[in-house]
C-alpha cells in the first residue's frame, strides 16, 4: 500500500496503538525502566557533580595550570578549589575557569603555596 495515500489521522492512531502495545510489553516496560534511570543519571550530572566535572576540565585545558595538583568541589553551585599554587596568575586563572561555568554561584580558594 503507498504510504501517501493513507490519511495522515490513520497513521498516526496507528502509530500511537503500536506505541502503546509496545510499552504494555515486557520488553517494552524495560525499555521504559531504562529510560526512566537514564533521566534520573542526567538530572544527578545536570547539577553539582556537573559543574565539577566542568571545572576539572577546564582546569586541566588551562596551560598554566598543567602540573598543577588542584581538586574541585561544588556544593550548591558554590565551587571550592583546592591545590597547590605558587603564582597569583594561577590563582586568578584557576578562579576565572571556574567562574565561567554555567551554574557556578561563588568560587571559594582553599590554595596552598608551593614552596619550592
Request: overall charge neutral; charged content about 25%; some cysteine.
Amino acid at each position: 500500500m503507498d504510504t501517501q495515500q493513507i490519511p495522515f489521522k490513520v497513521t498516526a492512531v496507528r502509530f500511537v496503538r503500536a506505541v502503546e502495545a509496545f510499552m504494555t510489553s515486557e520488553v517494552g516496560g524495560k525499555a521504559a525502566l531504562m529510560f526512566a534511570g537514564l533521566v534520573a543519571l542526567f538530572l544527578a550530572l545536570s547539577g553539582d557533580e556537573a559543574i565539577r566535572r566542568s571545572i576539572a576540565t577546564r582546569l586541566s585545558e588551562n596551560a598554566d595550570l598543567l602540573g598543577k595538583d588542584t581538586t574541585v568541589t561544588v556544593t550548591d553551585g558554590v565551587a571550592h578549589l583546592w591545590g597547590t599554587i605558587d603564582t597569583e596568575e594561577c590563582k586568578k586563572a584557576a578562579r576565572v575557569a571556574a567562574e565561567s561555568v554555567r551554574g557556578v554561584r561563588q568560587v571559594v580558594e582553599h590554595f596552598s603555596e608551593d614552596r619550592r
